[in-house]
């Protein structure tokens, strides 16, 4: 069973960077795909980005130039390099993948854009 856990969120100034780890325990990490979630206060939880095992990414437009998915596979680690950031990307982070058809999280990790 894998097992996720996020670090690196924290608050920052608009226009700051930011950049999320997500440690993954268990086996077979680099076949799956693996993705960035965020939920906002009173809003649902939306699509970041998501990574291909092989690096193929996919980005939300609201994201889209700013934000870069990357992973490593021999660390068992998926990252989110977050630049150019508003205060409408303050949100839960969490990292995600699938398997056997069952949504697996981490515990999430706060964000805050803020002057």
């Known amino acids: 069973q894998l097992q996720l856990a996020e670090s690196g969120g924290g608050l920052v100034q608009p226009g700051g960077s930011l950049s999320l780890s997500c440690k993954a325990s268990g086996s077979f990490f680099s076949i799956y795909v693996m993705a960035w979630y965020r939920q906002a206060p009173g809003a649902q939880r939306e699509l970041v980005a998501s990574?291909?095992?092989?690096?193929?990414?996919n980005y939300a437009d609201s994201v889209k130039g700013r934000f870069t998915i990357s992973r490593d596979n021999a660390q068992n680690t998926l990252y989110l390099q977050m630049n150019s950031l508003k205060p409408d990307d303050t949100a839960v982070y969490y990292c995600?993948?699938?398997?056997?058809?069952?949504?697996?999280w981490g515990q999430g990790t706060q964000v805050t854009v803020s002057s």
């Open positions: 990574i291909t095992g092989g690096g193929r990414a």
């Open positions: 995600n993948t699938v398997l056997g058809g069952k949504a697996l």
